[in-house]
């Protein structure tokens, strides 16, 4: 009789809660370089990436949530990086203990992602795949058409929110 292929998986997926692999800091920067502010969180990512201390790993990220899960399984902690319709001022940096709590919605009005890191973070959380620890840092943004730089307030606020991050890895 030939096999049938569920015969070749025995432990397709880590067991839920299973710390035994968890490791290191991880930072990811959300976002399109291609729609305006929302290259915010690949320009942080770009510029942490020369300045992370051992221990930090970097990358960069659509949004997409399976893909957020997969870069952030196995970390102990990591620090997401990206564009937000807050409402506030553009290049406001908001911070956000995403581990603890939802991300708020209202942040969320508009972007380039089909899902957003809020659904990501909700989603690890019902499948037991969220790190101990989540920090969101968000970029009150405005500009998202195809095609245009980051406005230059949100551009202005990229070295500040590369210290607040890097402060955030090292704390």
């Not at 009789?1 to 839920?16: E, F, G, I, K, N």
């Not at 902690?77 to 581990?99: C, K, M, W, Y």
């Amino acid at each position: 009789p030939q096999l049938r292929p569920v015969y070749l998986l025995r432990h397709p997926l880590p067991a839920s809660g299973d710390r035994s692999s968890v490791t290191g800091i991880r930072v990811i920067g959300v976002g399109n370089r291609w729609r305006g502010d929302d290259a915010v969180g690949l320009e942080a990512a770009d510029a942490i990436r020369d300045l992370a201390p051992d221990g930090v790993a970097v990358f960069e990220s659509d949004g997409d949530p399976a893909a957020l899960l997969d870069l952030w399984d196995g970390a102990a902690r990591v620090l997401l990086v990206d564009a937000v319709d807050s409402g506030d001022p553009p290049g406001t940096i908001l911070r956000f203990e995403a581990g603890l709590n939802p991300i708020p919605a209202t942040h969320f009005r508009r972007s380039t992602h089909a899902m957003g890191i809020g659904e990501a973070v909700e989603l690890g959380r019902a499948l037991g795949r969220l790190p101990e620890r989540v920090v969101f840092f968000g970029v009150a943004a405005d500009c998202f058409g195809p095609g245009t730089p980051m406005c230059a307030a949100v551009a202005a606020a990229v070295p500040a929110l590369v210290a607040r991050v890097i402060d955030e890895a090292v704390g």
